[in-house]
């Protein structure tokens, strides 16, 4: 069985204008980091032209769908019929996209078989990080 996830979306970004841009992102789940969920930019989508890949706590994402959550970098929220907000807060500005909903919960039914929610804690390989930590220091 593979350990990580990874879905295509078609995010709208959100700008100023009337109409929203439509880009590229990937959702990514990785169970040797069971608590989190990444959103991948390729560089063509991007203001500096370099791939940006954000990294979000999976229940942030999971509360999002349904109600606002988050007071830190990334905050989702429902929107309208079958979208989700995802907004990225970083010194430089905002940045703001719409994802299905319907798209956002599959790809999050697929980590919940993957690692169930409440369970994360057992795929922590926190023995080996310890040895990494330790290694040569005795």
Known sequence: MSTVIEQA?????????PSMETVPATLR????????VQMAF?????LEGVDVAWAFARE???????RPAGVGDVRVRPFGYDRTVVEFHAPEGVAMVH???SEV????????HLVPSGLEHR????????????RGTC
């Open 29 to 36: 789940y990785d169970r040797q980091d069971p608590f989190a």
């Open 42 to 46: 390729p560089a063509p989508a991007t």
């Open 9 to 17: 979306v078609e995010a709208r970004l959100v700008a100023s204008a």
């Open 60 to 66: 942030l994402l999971a509360t999002g769908v349904d």
């Open 105 to 112: 919960r599959r790809f999050l039914e697929r980590a919940q």
């Open 99 to 101: 994802i299905r909903t």
């Open 123 to 134: 795929f922590l390989e926190l023995d080996q990080h310890l040895d990494e930590l330790l």
